[in-house]
């Protein structure tokens, strides 16, 4: 019996969110009484990072695959029949989201989406938690079926270091058929931290009237190497593009700092923010929400405020 957490890497290097699934997966093991062993699709250059989680085990599957996640899902459910995993974990990302039905369906197995707590043993009962109404309440879940298989919401805890073993690379006895459906092209952002990754994040809403203004914004990023985010309805209004909402129905955030300006703070807004490690609200309006949840409020014009920051961060990181 082991846990299988399925490793997600861009460009052949781990992506973040797979440190996050390689700690869940070998902390859940030591609660099941079960080894963890990751599973990578092609090749990888640093797989051997994430012995810094606990992994010491990863079955690799050669991908000469099209891309089609149909397939892939299949090639990953023969390796948890081989390694006889009794929980499979994905990350709650695109990908993750893909693959996990169909993996599920495969084993039948009982799956819940968006977990963010270790399993607990309850009257020899499996559980995990989520959060549910935009995060005010906590969900728990039991999964009663042999094989189990979860996505977990990134973010949700940060792995702690620990001694680094030795990585076993083994490569699977399987392989990925040819898919109905091929990717031909992908397009990405270069140069800026994706927002599920990033670190540090620079935001702003409605409130600074219209995209004409986001330079300041943009410059703050910029000097504090920001990644930049928004509101909903500044994307939905077009003053910025989409995959920069964060929120309830945008990407769910968990950086160690978040800026937010001219933001009021709406419970949908702080879905998706109200796990990063500092927040700090630049709001001209003394009753926005967003004070509540920040750790520093700054009640003054953002206009004023923002171009101010930046220069005294300019001239910190000068001396
Ligand atoms: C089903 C559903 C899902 C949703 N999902 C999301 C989501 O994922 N993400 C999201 O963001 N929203 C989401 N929303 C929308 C959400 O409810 C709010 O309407 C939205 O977050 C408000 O955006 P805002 O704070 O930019 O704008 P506003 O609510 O208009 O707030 C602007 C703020 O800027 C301040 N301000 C104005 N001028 C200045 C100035 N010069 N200096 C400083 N402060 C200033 C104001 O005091 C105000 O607090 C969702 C709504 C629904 C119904």
């Known amino acids: 019996m082991s846990v299988l957490v399925y490793i ?13 699934l ?23 250059e640093d797989l051997d990072k994430l012995t810094s989680c606990g992994l010491s085990k990863v079955v690799k599957i050669a991908s000469n695959s099209n891309g089609d996640n149909g397939t892939i899902a299949d090639a990953i459910a023969e390796v948890a029949k081989n390694h006889s995993a009794s ?29 963010n707590s270790l399993p607990s043993i309850d009257s020899g009962q499996f559980q995990v938690s989520k959060g549910v109404f935009s995060g005010k309440a906590i969900a728990t879940y039991e999964i009663s079926t042999p094989i189990k298989v979860v996505t977990l919401m990134g973010n949700s805890l940060k792995p702690s270091l620990v001694d680094e073993s030795e990585l076993v690379i083994e490569e699977a006895a399987v392989s990925i058929a040819d898919g109905s459906v091929t990717i031909k092209e992908t397009k990405k952002e270069e140069g800026t931290v994706p927002l599920p990754e990033a670190e540090l994040v620079v935001s702003a809403g409605r409130g600074m009237k219209g995209p004409e203004n986001w330079g300041i914004i943009e410059e703050l990023a910029t ?19 989409h995959h920069e909402h964060v929120g309830q129905t945008g990407v769910a955030i968990r950086p160690n700092l978040y800026i937010a300006a001219g933001i009021s703070g709406a419970i949908q807004h702080l879905a998706g923010v109200n796990n990063s490690k500092t927040i700090v609200v630049i709001n001209k309006d003394p009753e926005a929400p967003f004070f509540k949840a920040a750790d520093y409020g700054i009640c003054a014009d953002l206009f004023d405020v923002v171009p101010r920051l930046t220069e005294s961060l300019k001239k910190f990181k000068a001396s």
Request: with cysteine; glycine share 14%; proline share 4%.
């Open 8 to 20: 997600e890497t861009s460009n052949s290097k781990i992506r973040k969110v797979s440190y996050e």
């Open 22 to 44: 390689a700690y869940y997966g070998v902390q859940a093991g030591k609660t099941l009484d079960m080894g963890c062993v990751g599973i990578v699709v092609g090749d990888c």
């Open 87 to 115: 929980l499979l974990v994905f990350g709650h990302s695109s990908i993750g989201k893909s693959l996990m039905p169909r993996v599920a369906f495969q084993l039948n197995a009982g799956s819940v989406t968006g977990i």
């Open 223 to 241: 000097v504090l190497g920001a990644t930049t985010a928004c509101s909903r309805p500044v994307a939905d209004i077009g003053w910025r593009p």
